[in-house]
């Protein structure tokens, strides 16, 4: 069936590490997007996606890097140069029709630790 | 840039009391969304709203957008224990190409 999967779910890091952390859809969309989430804290933008081969920067990209060589795929990697990485994190993609944004739909999430 | 701001950060009801989140952007949003984390979840949709003055039921939740699409709200009447959760609107403006969420309010409701 449709939607977004991430994956690991769980994941550590020794810190100096890099990470990527996987995001595929099969959904068709053009669109997708990487978010983090502190507990208790709301959804920050890292990256974002609105066509293949093309990504911009979110609130929060540094210590982050993204690629989008594939419709279906949209990994994050967390560098060794983002200082806090600990959180939770979520890759959506919205069904965007014209300029108007129809709903996000989300994976699971990836809960990153570092030890 | 564009933000969207989120109040209150949290709500603590008892069950039957209603509950109001509301949802302030600084550009003129050409839509708002609506999502609900449970606990331990990830964000599910809700609604959307495009109208200006836009309002929206769905069974307990009314939705509204405002007259200037800067600013919207939700409201349960009669909360449940199901409605606990964290409740996030999400915006973009015209200008922007990308979604952005509020900060989210987190509803406890005790039996």
């Known amino acids: 069936d449709g939607g977004i999967t991430q994956s690991p779910k769980y994941l550590f890091r020794k810190e100096g590490q890099n990470v990527t952390l996987s995001c595929e859809q099969n959904?068709?969309?053009?669109?997708m997007y990487w978010y983090r989430q502190d507990p208790g804290q709301g959804l920050r933008l890292i990256y974002y996606?609105?066509?293949?081969?093309?990504?911009q920067k979110g609130d929060i990209a540094e210590g982050y890097s993204v690629s989008r060589e594939k419709k279906e795929s949209f990994p994050l990697t967390v560098t060794s140069a983002q200082k806090n990485p600990t959180a939770f994190y979520l890759c959506?993609?919205?069904?965007?029709?014209?300029?108007?944004?129809?709903?996000?739909?989300f994976g699971q999430g990836t809960r990153l630790t570092v030890v | 840039g564009q933000q969207v701001m989120q109040i209150p950060q949290y709500q603590h009801v008892q069950e039957g009391e209603d509950f109001t989140t509301y949802c302030n952007s600084s550009?003129?949003?050409?839509?708002i969304q609506w999502y609900k984390q449970r606990p331990g979840g990830h964000p599910v949709f809700l609604i959307q709203?495009?109208?200006?003055?836009e309002v929206k039921k769905q069974k307990r939740l009314t939705f509204q957008f405002g007259e200037a699409k800067k600013n919207s709200s939700l409201h349960i009447t009669a909360t449940q224990t199901t409605d606990v959760g964290t409740y996030f609107c999400?915006?973009?403006?015209?200008?922007?190409?990308?979604?952005?969420f509020g900060a989210g309010t987190r509803l406890a409701v005790h039996p």
């Open positions: 959506a993609s919205p069904k965007e029709a014209g300029d108007q944004n129809t709903e996000a739909f």
């Open positions: 959904l068709n969309h053009d669109a």
């Open positions: 996606s609105q066509i293949v081969n093309d990504f």
């Open positions: 550009t003129t949003l050409s839509n």
């Open positions: 709203l495009v109208k200006s003055g």
């Open positions: 999400a915006g973009r403006s015209g200008g922007y190409n990308k979604l952005i």
